[in-house]
């Protein structure tokens, strides 16, 4: 049989002599009174240090008050800030008045027919032969001058022009 080792030897003695200081040590519901002998040397070095400030009836303490509870739960956890709170937004404006979105159309050219002048325009992949009061999407052709189409956005009413790029237009045809 082999021989106990000294390390677990010491271990084992170690660990019986904590469980049996755990069971038959100090009681922990034992009451300490405190040291008398100890305040009372200090009550008197403060007293006699201790100077008169004024009047003492002119001293008055007054216990802090607690604001009363308030019937809505406050937010612990709200942001805060140092900065100045923002300054009120000014009056909103006034309406901005609607806007035509800008013409879809590339002009393409004119065809002259006898009593009508066709425009052909180009929108995309697209291509429209209006004369003047026909429509082309949501713009209606209004009028015509030499050097540019005036058209009406339908939905809002608002009239918009496009610019022809070229010779003038020639309305007049036979």
Same mark, same amino acid.
């Given at each position: 049989?082999?021989?106990? +080792? ?40 403060i007293a ?17 008050? +607690? ?6 739960? +406050? ?40 009593g009508k ?13 209006v004369s ?43």
């Open positions: 049989m082999q021989r106990p +080792r000294p390390a677990l030897l010491l271990a084992l003695a170690g660990s019986a002599g904590l469980s049996a200081l755990a069971l038959f040590g100090d009681d922990p519901n034992e009451v300490i009174r405190p040291a008398e002998r100890a305040i009372a040397p200090a009550l008197a070095t006699r240090d201790a100077r008169p400030v004024g009047n003492p009836a002119a001293i008055s303490f007054r216990l802090g008050t +607690r604001p009363a509870a308030s019937d809505q739960p +406050r937010d612990l956890f709200a942001a805060y800030s140092w900065l100045p709170p923002p300054p009120p937004p000014a009056s909103s404006p006034a309406q901005a008045a609607p806007q035509a979105p800008p013409v879809p159309f590339t002009y393409g050219g004119s065809i002259g027919i006898p002048v066709l425009f052909v325009l180009i929108e995309g992949v697209r291509t429209y032969v003047v009061g026909d429509q082309a999407g949501d713009f209606q052709l209004q009028s015509v001058s030499s050097s540019s189409l005036v058209f009406l956005h339908v939905p809002t009413g608002l009239e918009q022009t496009l610019a022809v790029p070229g010779a003038p237009i020639m309305v007049q045809v036979r």
